[in-house]
């Protein structure tokens, strides 16, 4: 497929739908962590450290606090304690 989209613009549109992503997650905290890895093979977790080593690739470091507070709207204790369901499981991936 040969993509009509300049590349800046693509970026823009990337940004968009991810930022989309983020706001759904964050609308819908009756949806685990554990649900999203089970079912999609990622979580918010993942989504922050992801986050994290793009930032740090382009020379931004960011804490593993920071990184998830950015994708949590709030810190992740704080996240935790408010939605998380259940036992902690860990991930299996």
Known sequence: MTNPI???SQTEIEAAAF???VNH???HTEVQNIDLM???GFCRNCLS?????EAADRG???SDPDAREIIY???????KAQHQQGPKQDHKV
Not at 73 to 79: A, D, K, N, V
């Open 60 to 62: 931004f470091e960011l």
């Open 38 to 40: 089970n079912l999609a």
């Open 49 to 53: 450290k992801w986050y994290r080593a």
């Open 73 to 79: 709207g709030m810190p992740y204790e704080q996240w």
């Open 19 to 21: 930022r989309k992503l």
């Open 6 to 8: 300049p590349e800046q």
């Open 25 to 27: 997650l964050r609308e």
